[in-house]
């Protein structure tokens, strides 16, 4: 009889553990899903807080896959007062929603896949309703246009993978791209050549759909000014006089519209802000220009939320 009284204790206590183990079983666990990732992350409690108020944390809770590039809280405090906005709550919700789509990119990237380079984000160009570009370069860690790192790096997740990153990137101007870009070096310093009587810098930092935005950028790589040097036999830059070199930055320049690859065809005029250009699109793209030297555009579409670039590798010379 003593060890059937002391069967009854063991045996509730047994039956107790099972109850509990059932119970715990009963408890739904969430799937770490990014959104649900970035909830648990105590430095992307402003990037939470955004994806809610812009409606995207069903998106981004979905199947994807997704690649989240992850401004931190504190990256979000320097962009809210670098614009001028005391809180989120400041900031249209349309302009947070394509800003933070501009973080987000398709597929699950890990830090090892992306290579220098433009690609992809699900932001949408306000002069030309495409998808915005984006400017990678990994020569030093993982740097996206220019401005933002990587500084927390492969946080895998069921729907894609998250980098938390220094800095939000923000919309881009054709500006951005130019300077993100090490190819187009020359070109940038041509641009911001301190004689210069034009403020092409500005101009072209111009907002959509302020005027003369958008633009179409016809922009030359290193390499296509060096080719120039030879060619007019000078040293560089430097030896060309303010009058030339601003009629020719201005033959690069399509104010006014947006023109995708789709929208060029054999011989169609276009005019710049400089000298007119004929395209051509049989046996590939191509520029010509005024004094009948041809330029092959070698890269398209470019977007960025103000206008496109187009990469050529001759200098357009104006007229």
Avoid: W
């Avoid at 002391?6 to 045996?11: C, K, N």
Wanted: include cysteine; aromatic fraction near 6%; hydrophobic fraction near 45%.
């Amino acid at each position: 009889m003593k060890k059937f009284k002391l069967f009854i204790p063991i045996f509730l206590i047994l039956l107790s553990s099972l109850y509990s183990c059932n119970n715990d079983n009963d408890n739904t666990v969430e799937p770490s899903t990014i959104v649900n990732l970035a909830i648990d992350s105590a430095d992307l409690t402003s990037l939470v807080s955004a994806l809610q108020k812009a409606d995207l944390v069903n998106t981004l809770n979905g199947l994807g896959p997704f690649t989240i590039l992850a401004p931190t809280n504190d990256a979000f405090a320097a962009f809210l007062n670098a614009n001028n906005f005391n809180s989120l709550d400041d900031v249209p919700v349309n302009v947070l929603t394509n800003l933070l789509l501009n973080h987000v990119l398709s597929g699950s990237l890990t830090a090892s896949d992306f290579s220098t380079g433009y690609t992809n984000t699900l932001a949408t160009s306000e002069a030309s309703s495409s998808v915005m570009s984006l400017y990678v370069d990994t020569s030093s860690g993982v740097k996206f246009n220019g401005v933002s790192s990587v500084s927390s790096a492969d946080i895998i997740a069921v729907n894609g993978v998250i980098h938390k990153v220094n800095a939000v990137i923000g919309l881009p101007s054709v500006v951005t791209f130019a300077t993100a870009d090490p190819n187009f070096s020359t070109l940038v310093s041509a641009l911001t050549r301190e004689d210069l009587t034009t403020d092409f810098i500005g101009i072209l930092s111009t907002d959509f759909p302020i005027s003369p935005s958008p633009f179409t950028i016809f922009a030359p790589i290193n390499d296509a000014f060096n080719r120039l040097f030879i060619e007019l036999g000078i040293s560089g830059l430097s030896d060309i006089d303010e009058p030339i070199l601003d009629a020719t930055l201005k033959s690069h320049v399509v104010g006014g519209a947006n023109l995708l690859d789709t929208d060029l065809s054999d011989n169609l005029s276009i005019e710049t802000l400089g000298s007119p250009l004929t395209a051509n699109i049989t046996g590939g793209a191509s520029l010509t220009d005024s004094n009948n030297r041809v330029s092959d555009i070698i890269a398209t579409n470019v977007q960025a939320n103000n206008g496109v670039i187009h990469v050529i590798n001759k200098v357009i010379l104006p007229q």
